[in-house]
């Protein structure tokens, strides 16, 4: 499995962006999808995730305000971020569970 992410950028605080994340390989339907950040401070943290059945979890900082969404047909996963604060500001990462494959990483900046 391949990932890679798009969509990242320079946003204002209050604003939007979605971003995507391509997948290739033949077993993407079958796999839980997450997206990561990392963030100034290099950790990385787990913000939202999806069953291949659906199912959705989110931190609780992104609860109301991030929406994740899958399409199997064109192995995309999707993380639509509203109301985004400068804290969220980090390199956001797609992640393949079941390969364990990570994505390159796309920038999201918010300005106060």
């Known amino acids: 499995v391949q990932l890679v992410e798009s969509g990242g950028g320079l946003v204002q605080a209050g604003g939007s962006l979605r971003l995507s994340c391509a997948a290739s390989?033949?077993?993407?339907?079958?796999?839980?999808m997450s997206w990561y950040r990392q963030g100034p401070d290099n950790q990385r943290e787990w913000v939202a995730g999806?069953?291949?059945?659906?199912?959705?979890a989110y931190i609780d900082s992104a609860k109301g305000r991030f929406t994740i969404s899958r399409d199997n047909a064109k192995k995309m996963v999707y993380l639509e971020m509203n109301k985004l604060k400068p804290e969220d500001t980090a390199v956001y990462y797609c992640?393949?569970?079941?390969?364990?494959?990570w994505g390159q990483g796309t920038q999201v900046t918010v300005s106060s």
């Open positions: 999806m069953t291949s059945g659906d199912r959705t």
């Open positions: 992640y393949h569970e079941a390969s364990r494959t």
């Open positions: 390989g033949s077993i993407f339907n079958f796999s839980a």
